[in-house]
């Protein structure tokens, strides 16, 4: 079972974007007695927790997101979203969503891209 992602996006700095993961191949019984969470993960550093939401719909935020971005479940359609608001450069990252546990397999993730008009991108190829 791997959950998949979706709703990345290029965004300005100051932007919104909503991410969807859904868990369809998880049966609802396994989606219901898990807490979920969402990660994210920059080239070259350790994947970090983003925001985590509980059975109990209880919350936690890393210090970075607190404020701006907001975790919800939707146990019915087996799905876990993250609205993320006032988006800034440092979010830039492919977010990944699992369970609380790390219990299911990885998959892609969904890359959000936090910069400005005019921000100039070099490559050295």
Partial sequence: VRPVESGG???????SLRLSCVASQAITSFFNSHDWAWYRQVP???RELVASIAL????IYA???KGR???SRDN??????????????????VYYCNTFEESLRWNQG???????QGTQVTSSS
Avoid at 9 to 15: F, H, I, K, R, S
Avoid at 56 to 59: A, E, F, I, K, Y
Avoid at 110 to 116: A, K, N
């Fill in 44 to 46: 070259g550093k350790q």
């Fill in 110 to 116: 969904t890359q959000v891209t936090v910069r400005g």
């Fill in 63 to 65: 210090d970075s997101v």
């Fill in 9 to 15: 996006a290029l965004v300005q700095p100051g932007g």
């Fill in 76 to 93: 019915a359609r087996k799905r876990v979203y993250l609205q993320m608001d006032n988006l800034k450069p440092e979010d830039t990252a």
């Fill in 56 to 59: 109990s719909r209880n919350t």
């Fill in 69 to 71: 971005f907001t975790i």
